[in-house]
């Protein structure tokens, strides 16, 4: 009995899935696909057209650093996204060093952003450096606050700067500041220059003019139609002259005694504008001063370019072989340092005039595609970073870690040199306003300046693109 019973139960259960299955091939049949135009708005175009930017200069796009776009080599995986934060601890000092920190606390935080360990070398020549100098110079003024000095003796110098070095390594700066930056505690007590006292000093100098020059620098203009410097050089040439001779005072300058003791009397002027101002103006002014110099010559080192001029003498037109041996040679490059869209130009500049100088006539960066970004360090691994002209500075929070902003400009390419001479090289536009990067070939036919991308990369993509 109980055989048929279960032989009738799977009997039914075939026969109610055959029915389901019937009945749902039945209604699949009756589906037809029906084909649907989209009709589109008269108001809407039915193609996307980029049409060019409205003429005129802008102000950088700020990307956050949560949308940083993705990998776009995926051959190249990125490291995991862990922010990269300063480690900390607390300095062992001299105890010799009477000076009060926390006036100048901000100052010594900027500075060890500036210039975070695993960073330093990267970015020294455009950001941490000039902060350094410029946080020397308002530590100088600082510890001489209290006195007619402008400067201190030998031994409160070697004391105070070690000092300085231990808070700004225990706040996460790189321990190598001195030799990277040139700095040392002579810097700190004035060297040969023969005033050393605010009363000299004073007496010596217009220093109403000095400080209606230099209280606030114009970042557009100083670099090109220059207030503040020639009134620091005037002021260093007028107390780098007591005491001397008149025949030292008529003798033409030049040599190398003399430019070392305008050089150190540049650096007591600095003290007592840092006296004068609030540490914020005179770090802002001082940083000003330091993007002009630093604008003006490419930091990188060129190694004699003997296989492109080879490979690239007699091309006028994409050879394979040129653009190979460019791009190996400008990889090499791409390994050295950060740089300013403004260095950029005056590396471009610099290596097209050796390769003019090498017999290589034709413009073989139009030729292999070769734009500024490329003369600068790599983010993402494979996207160039320009640093903007104007100062900048390490930026630090508690999402991304440590970050930096850099001005991508994919588009603009590098310029190549009209003769092999540099002398022509200016930077300065007629207007004497900081210049204009050359313009993007995919605008120059409406007249506007290509737009500057700004983003903030995170160090970790960075430092994983020197590590790949």
């Given at each position: ?5 279960a ?9 109610r ?8 091939l ?20 039915d ?5 060019d ?8 796009i ?6 940083i ?24 000092l ?9 006036s ?8 060890a ?6 960073l330093a070398?990267?970015v ?7 902060q350094v ?11 001489s ?7 201190l003796?030998?031994a409160?110098?070697n ?5 300085v ?20 505690p002579s810097?700190?007590?004035g060297?040969s ?27 557009l ?12 050089m ?9 005491g001397?001779s ?8 030049g ?5 070392s003791?305008?050089?150190?009397c540049?650096?007591?002027?600095y003290a007592?504008?840092s ?5 914020e103006a ?10 002009c ?31 190979a ?27 097209g005039s ?12 139009e ?17 160039g ?14 999402v991304?870690?440590?970050s930096?902003?850099?001005?991508l ?18 930077l ?10 050359p313009?993007?070939?995919?605008s120059?036919?409406?007249g ?5 991308m700004r983003?903030l ?6 430092v994983?693109s020197?590590?790949?």
């Open positions: 009995m109980e055989p048929l019973i032989d009738s139960h799977l009997r039914s259960t075939i026969y899935r055959f029915l389901i299955f019937a009945i749902w039945c209604g699949f049949q009756q589906v037809v696909s029906q084909e649907v135009v989209l009709k589109p708005k008269s108001s809407v175009p193609k996307f057209v980029l049409s930017p409205p003429a005129g200069l802008f102000d950088p700020e990307i956050s650093p949560a949308v776009p993705h990998n776009p080599y995926p051959v190249e995986p990125l490291p995991p996204m862990y922010p990269s934060f300063p480690s900390t601890y607390e300095p062992i001299t105890g010799k060093c009477p000076v009060n920190f926390s100048i606390s901000d100052i010594v935080d900027k500075t952003s500036d210039c975070s360990a695993p070398a990267l020294g020549n455009v950001i941490c450096c000039p100098n410029s946080l020397m110079h308002i530590f100088q003024a600082t510890y606050s209290e006195s007619d000095m402008l400067v003796h030998q409160a110098a004391d105070c700067f070690s000092d070095m231990s808070i700004l390594a225990s706040r996460g700066a790189n321990s190598t500041i001195p030799a990277l930056c040139s700095v040392k810097n700190l007590t060297g220059c023969p005033v050393k006292d605010i009363t000299s000093f004073e007496k010596t100098v217009n220093t109403s003019k000095l400080l209606d020059a230099c209280s606030a620098v114009d970042p203009k100083e670099c090109c139609r220059p207030v503040c410097q020639p009134a620091i005037e002021a260093a040439l007028r107390i780098s002259l007591v001397a008149m025949l030292e005072i008529f003798n033409i300058p040599s190398g005694t003399t430019i003791v305008v050089n150190d540049k650096g007591v002027v007592w504008l006296r004068k101002l609030s540490p005179a770090n802002a002014a001082f940083r000003i001063l330091s993007g110099k630093v604008n003006k010559v490419c930091p990188l080192t060129f190694e004699e370019p003997s296989s492109v001029i080879k490979a690239c003498r007699d091309v006028a037109s994409p050879n394979p072989s040129c653009c041996s460019l791009n190996t040679y400008i990889a090499a490059i791409q390994k050295q340092m950060l740089i300013t869209n403004r260095q950029a130009i005056n590396c471009a500049t610099l290596f050796m390769l003019q100088k090498g017999g290589v006539m034709t413009n073989v960066y030729l292999c595609d070769v734009d500024l970004k490329d003369f600068s360090l790599q983010a993402y691994g494979q996207q970073c320009l640093l903007r002209s104007l100062p900048a500075d390490i930026v630090l929070d508690n991304t870690g440590f930096f902003t850099c001005d400009s994919d588009n603009i390419a590098a310029p190549w040199p009209s003769s092999s001479s540099l002398s022509s090289l200016s300065c536009a007629p207007e004497m306003s900081l210049p204009a990067l313009i993007a070939q995919t120059r036919s409406s506007s300046y290509g737009l500057e983003t990369i995170p160090l970790m993509y960075l994983s020197l590590l790949f």
